[in-house]
């Protein structure tokens, strides 16, 4: 990516430098990321996105610490990744991010407010403040009167939603979506991806979300397209294709 696609360092939470990244398969060796630069702003949706195969997926992994880039360098809230060991990687991600992905990856049997309390009692929370921040980060979802019920119960949107209470719950500084939408129709995708955007904006969190999903462009702050393992651009939606801020109504 050209370096001038930079933003300015006041509020930057997240930063890639030079990465590359590249997997061996056979006597293959392919390259899924090219010597990518980019700074990712703190109280923005920043949406990547492009076709399935350009290696955005890839590049959240890595600019989340779940994967490590054969070159290159990434910082996250001022803290230079690759200088982390793997046990100082998983605290790191334990107390300042929070993950949301494709297949909801919710336990069967349990409800709605125990699927996000659990993630609580590895931060050492006493049970009572533990379900007092399930409770509240459902409540933001919408999902106050549907708190009794398990993943069975619950429509495809609203397992969405109390995967993103889930992850709210930990109050992380960084938020990453991999294809929050891509299971879900239309309405229920803007619902999450109008979630996704309120949290950004009213708590500072920096959330970074990656989908193939052309309906999501109008949505996000700011959209970085890539291709083939690069970033082609690195634009700002037009605000007439944004929702005015209350206008949007949770659907199931």
Partial sequence: MNSALAQPTSSISLQARGVGKSFTSGQVRSTVLHDLTLDIRAGELTLISGPSGCGKSTLLAILSGLQRPDSGQVSALDQDLGLLDLRALERFRLLHTGFVFQGFNLFPALNALEQVELPLSYLGLAPQEARRRAMASLEEVGLGPRMSLRPSELSGGEKQRVAIARALAKRPDLLFADEPTSALDAANGQTIIDILHRIARTHGTTVLCVSHDPRLVGHADRVLAMEDGRILSDR??????????????PTA
């Fill in 236 to 249: 700002v939606p037009s605000p007439s294709s944004t929702p005015m801020p209350g206008t949007e109504e």
